[in-house]
């Protein structure tokens, strides 16, 4: 709801404070004090286009700004910290600040929680919070959506049940639609593809790459193409460990044999001698080991010759093949094969694949036919229900011979939502033609008609703050009373703002805001000047308010007695 709203340099307006509150809260004052101001702040808090002419003579600029407690889970409240608003926490809610400054120039600024932020931000975090009724082009039920979000509310559990089985059934069926769809137009050119794959596939399995092969075969055919200098290699290294004739001193066995039993034969003086001669024995054996591989790496290059260093680059051509049109290497390869292999698979299975989906979609069909018409039995009865409760309401509002169509007609198609297109209409008098909300009636009339439904579907879809302006233009007496009223049952559950001129409905408020308007005598240097304060009523002050309201004389017992007389009635139990 919203706490406060501040307001400066707005109209005749310099500079107020309204302190708000849970219930309903009527703005009363004077023909001309500024009263509408309040709507008009409201509206450029909720994103309204920026009019200069509403900023104050002498001004620079214009400032609405409101503090709203929110919910921890409100979708505004997301909203405004995606802005990258300042939330504050306070007895498990969340505090909010909204404002708007509307330059002289014309040029506005918007800010979200102490962040600038677009003027369009404060419209959609406004709109999932306040709903103002008093002008056309603010009807909180403007659009055929909202309507048919309202109806299915009113309708309650009867709907649910079958409106989510439909939903998900939709769901699947888009989906499966859409596969179809796709399957069938593009077949050709899965067709393609699928050839394309098959002939990549059996050249590959041609070829029968084994994984790492190309890495390995590099390997070999580098051993191969100098064989002659390994040979080489291998030999001198041989003969270096076990031939006698390869230097004057002997080869390194014998060498590391006479090194060892040098040592054993004076080890018993000195234990550390014995253990170099030990490693000495190690060493010889490995040495002895060594020239052992030695020989046979030699012998395996004399069996290894130019035919298979030809087999070997042949098969090194293959894998080149493969290398080049599909993977930089054959582990690659192989595992774009793979994949490519599953993709075949799919492709080549789309017969079989259309002929599931088109089972599918039948069985879809019907059960979504079915459930559509349930959907539209139960939003019928609904509407019915709906245009008879708020027919009650519009009699108890001065306007008995008005009367709410709500139209639930077959869309053609299906939808999202069902079947059905819904439309609230108005007729505002026999004979007339029913027309969509907002046309053809005047500003009070409408928000009579709009307070009318909101009372009836207060427990259903509320917003938390309405505000209803002109709501009681043209009415009086008992009319004037019933809206009173049903405001006062509307601000049950939720906040309810009301500017209006008559004491019959600002008898109903939990919290009477007053505007009060002062001027200066015109001079011949000026034309004088109109200012207006606000201010929140004590219980004295409310009945000296409502006694201006009723007889224009404040101070006049009788008047007085009357207002104390509506107040009493007004109370909540005698609601």
């Known amino acids: 709801m919203i706490e406060e709203i501040r307001i400066s340099n707005l109209g005749v307006i310099t500079d107020a404070t309204l302190p708000l509150g849970k219930g309903l809260s009527v703005v009363t004052g004077e023909t001309g004090a500024g009263k509408t101001m309040v709507v008009t702040a409201l509206g450029m808090l909720l994103g309204a286009r920026a009019d200069a002419g509403a900023v104050r003579t002498g001004a ?22 995606e802005a990258g608003a300042s939330i504050e926490e306070y ?23 102490g962040r600038t932020a677009p003027v369009g931000t404060l419209a959609e975090i406004g709109g999932q919070l306040v709903a103002v009724h008093g002008q056309s082009d603010q009807l909180r039920l403007r659009s055929q959506s909202a309507q048919r979000e309202a109806l299915d509310k009113f309708a309650g559990s009867k709907l649910a049940k079958p409106l989510t089985a439909y939903r998900t059934a939709y769901g699947r069926w888009r989906e499966a639609s859409g596969e179809l769809q796709t399957l069938r ?44 200098q ?90 080149a093949v493969l290398v080049r049109k599909y993977a930089p290497s054959i582990d690659e390869v192989l595992e774009w094969a793979a994949v490519s292999r599953a993709r075949l698979d799919e492709l080549t299975d789309d017969s079989s694949r259309i002929e599931a989906l088109e089972a599918e979609l039948a069985t879809l069909d019907a059960e979504l036919a079915s459930l559509s018409g349930s959907i539209t039995t139960v939003r019928a009865k609904a509407a019915a229900d709906l245009a008879k409760k ?44 029913a027309r969509p909300l907002g046309k053809g009636a005047s500003g009070g009339e409408l928000s009579r008609v709009m307070l009318a439904i909101e009372v009836v579907l207060a427990a ?85 308010e409502l006694a201006r309201m009723l007889a224009g004389q404040e101070e006049s017992e009788l008047a007085r007695a009357h207002a104390q007389e509506l107040i009493d009635a007004a109370k909540p139990q005698e609601r």
């Open 460 to 544: 259903v879809d509320p917003v938390p703050t309405f505000v209803f302006d002109e709501v009681d233009s043209g009415v009086g007496g008992k009319a004037a009373v019933e809206i009173g009223r049903r405001l006062a049952m509307l601000a049950r559950y939720v906040q309810v703002i009301v500017v209006t001129h008559l004491p019959q409905v600002a008898a109903f408020a939990d919290h009477h805001i007053r505007v009060y308007k002062s001027s200066t005598k015109a001079t011949a240097k000026d034309d004088g000047v109109t200012a207006s304060d606000v201010r929140l009523l004590t219980d004295e002050e409310r009945v000296t």
């Open 390 to 433: 708020v027919g009650h309401e519009l009699t108890a509002l001065a306007m008995p011979d008005a009367k709410l169509q709500i139209d639930v007609e077959p869309a053609g198609e299906l939808g999202p939502h069902g079947a059905d297109n819904i439309a609230f209409l108005l007729k505002p008098h026999p004979g007339a033609p």
């Open 60 to 81: 620079r600029s214009a400032v609405a700004e409101a503090v709203l407690r929110l919910s921890p889970d409100s979708p505004a409240l997301a909203r405004a910290a």
């Open 230 to 319: 390994l040979r080489a290699a291998a030999l001198l290294a041989h003969q270096a460990l076990v031939s006698e004739e390869f230097t004057e001193t002997g080869d390194a066995t014998s060498l590391v044999d006479t090194a060892k039993r040098t040592l054993e034969q004076v080890q018993e003086e000195d234990p550390e001698l014995g253990k170099a001669a030990a490693r000495l024995a190690e060493v010889g054996y490995i040495i002895a080991d060594v020239a052992t591989e030695l020989a046979s790496y030699g012998a395996s290059l004399d069996s290894e010759g130019p035919e298979r260093l030809a087999e070997l680059e042949a098969r090194r051509g293959e894998l």
């Open 185 to 228: 137009s593009e077949a050709r050119e899965r067709l393609r593809e699928a050839e394309g794959l098959q002939l990549a596939l059996e050249e590959i399995d041609g070829v029968d790459p084994q994984p790492g092969e190309d890495e390995l075969l590099k390997a070999e055919a580098t051993k191969l193409a100098n064989v002659e």
């Open 91 to 113: 007895d498990g809610d969340a505090e909010l600040m909204l404002v708007r400054t509307v330059n002289a120039d014309g040029r506005s600024r918007a800010h979200v929680g």
